[in-house]
């Protein structure tokens, strides 16, 4: 059976450029653009040339992609010819070759937004496809607002779309602008504008996520018959994001029907880097991972439930819906007071260290950590923290070196612009192999700017651990949560830390403590033991 292809793209780089807080750099749209790439995608949406400096550097020296690199940019305005628009001259002046214009599909918009009339809208949808075909480049037309449209006035929905296909646009774009049309909806609308003469292998779908449901409303335009989805990666994209890709890419790939009745361009290789890609953006917007993201979240494949770990050691497809390994994931058997041996052996095993049923280092074990858990200690978000405890319970933890003391101050002084400013400086003694070693380090950053007791700490520790130096060397906290377990006076502060490498790998470790910068420094100490462990 030959299956039908699915063409995808993306459109992070523009459209996910409009969430809140995000604003991509020319070298990180470039980085963005390769990583979409590798990955497979059919089309990249670079962003709107001449919309703002940032785009028009990027159109500039984009890379040379596989996939189609694509401009986008609005329809032509009225009152003047396509040739003499310099808004849409901008856009076909990036050279890409692919164009994508969004144009008014809902008579409402059209007669209150735009302020002219229905007939005047549908002949500059004309005319700038037109244009852009006559350039020898790709036409695309994304009907904006299209289902608020179809519900309000079909005939003329339908009639802009017509307009855009008999101009040439290769592809026509549904649009769910606001994000509110259900799964069901785009499909029976979507079947309509197929049966209206559209064909199914040149519509296109974009959705967004108000309602929860861009990644299920996409599907349904896919059941209904279109055969190009749109999307960001992650789900980035403007108030509740758009379609996610992360999730649809796989759903596409290894879920029925869609496995078997479609194709794209993304191979199963390809496929083993999602996980890895999603990353790589969230560390571009310097964001901490979603761990409940669906497929390359850090959770997606977490096992907490004594009950679901047991039946995970005889077969993992007894509560994980596709193996990890596909998406470049990885199954996690979390520590937690709900944990029995089950989940306790998998997860030393996944940590290299063997243990016989019934020994009885693994009551113990989960005694320390049911005990520690009471007093507001956590292992099923700290796995390294939880290696390191049952490494010491089983007596396989080297003892890399001791910290003899350390001291912290904190001052609030004014500086010479008379400006009150506060610094830390730290002090830290550690002994290696009989040799103490003290260090020293200050909190004030290369700007100028006080980074705070903890950071102060961090540095100064790893400042000078002699033969292990090398090892730490590419070690960098990359996430800092705290939380007060208990309140009034009796407050005790649960500090998480999140680490990363320059491999790439990222590991959580756990300190509790009365005070918070105890309660950091012991989860920082178990950072660097478990870094430590993978590579002194």
């Given amino acids: 059976m030959t299956r039908e292809r699915l063409y995808l793209y993306d459109t992070t780089l523009r459209d996910g450029q409009q969430t809140q807080g995000v604003q991509f750099s020319t070298p990180e749209k470039q980085a963005i653009a390769e990583t979409l790439d590798k990955l497979g995608l059919d089309y990249i949406e670079g962003g709107w040339p001449g919309a703002n400096p940032t785009d028009s550097a990027f159109f500039d020296a984009a890379p040379e992609t596989r996939a189609t690199m694509t401009a986008f940019g609005m329809t032509k305005r009225a009152g003047r010819s396509a040739e003499n628009d310099d808004i849409l001259a901008a856009v076909l002046n990036a050279g890409t070759k692919a164009v994508c214009l969004v144009g008014k599909t809902h ?40 289902f608020d449209g179809y519900k309000s006035n079909p005939d003329y929905a339908l009639e802009t779309l017509k307009a855009a296909l008999d101009a040439g646009a290769r592809w026509i774009v549904l649009c769910d602008t606001n994000g509110g049309t259900l799964p069901t909806e785009i499909f029976t609308i979507t079947s309509a504008v197929i049966a209206a003469g559209i064909p199914g292998e040149r519509l296109g779908i974009h959705t967004h996520n108000d309602t929860e449901n861009a990644v299920a409303g996409s599907l349904a335009a896919v059941d209904a018959g279109a055969r190009q989805i749109q999307g960001t990666l992650n789900g980035l994209g403007e108030r509740c994001g758009n379609a996610n890709l992360t999730s649809l890419i796989p759903t596409l790939l290894l879920k029925q029907p869609y496995a078997s009745l479609y194709e794209t361009g993304i191979t199963e290789e390809a496929l083993t880097t999602l996980t890895m890609a999603s990353r790589q953006l969230d560390e571009i917007l310097n964001r901490v991972p979603m761990k ?10 977490a ?35 709900q944990a029995g041996q089950s989940n306790l052996r998998r997860r030393l095993a996944e940590a290299g260290l063997e243990v016989e049923p019934g020994d009885p280092a693994l009551a113990r074990i989960l005694d320390e950590i049911k005990e520690r858990e009471d007093r507001g200690y956590t292992y099923d978000s700290a796995q390294a923290s939880f290696e390191l405890l049952a490494r010491r319970e089983l007596g396989r933890l080297p003892d890399f070196f001791e910290v003899k003391r350390y001291k912290v101050t904190v001052e609030r002084r004014k500086n010479k612009y008379d400006k009150m400013v506060s610094l830390s400086e730290a002090v830290v003694v550690v002994k290696i192999d009989g040799e103490k070693k003290l260090s020293v380090s200050e909190s004030m950053d290369e700007l100028g700017s006080d980074r705070g007791p903890v950071n102060a700490l961090a540095k100064a520790l790893a400042k000078d651990l002699g033969k292990y130096q090398s090892a730490i060397d590419d070690m960098r906290l990359v996430d800092f949560k705290v939380r007060i377990t208990q309140g009034g006076t009796e407050a005790v502060t649960r500090v998480i830390i999140d680490s990363e490498d320059g491999s790439g790998r990222r590991w959580s470790t756990v300190g509790v403590s009365p005070n918070i910068v105890d309660a950091s420094f012991e989860a920082l100490l178990d950072a660097i033991a478990w870094k430590l462990l993978r590579d002194a």
Avoid at 305 to 334: C, F, M, Q, W
Wanted: net charge negative; proline share 4%; glycine share 6%.
């Fill in 303 to 337: 096992h907490k439930a004594g009950l679901h770990a047991s039946a995970i050691l005889k077969d993992p497809s007894t509560y994980e819906h596709i193996d990890p390994t596909a998406v470049g994931n990885a199954r996690v058997i979390p520590m937690s007071n």
């Fill in 292 to 301: 409940q993201a669906a497929y390359v979240g850090a959770s997606a494949f």
């Fill in 107 to 146: 008579d409402f918009h059209v007669e209150k937004a735009l302020g002219v009339t229905l007939e005047e809208n549908t002949e500059n949808i004309a005319r700038s496809i037109e244009h852009i075909v006559k350039q020898g480049r790709e036409a695309l037309f994304d009907a904006e607002h299209f």
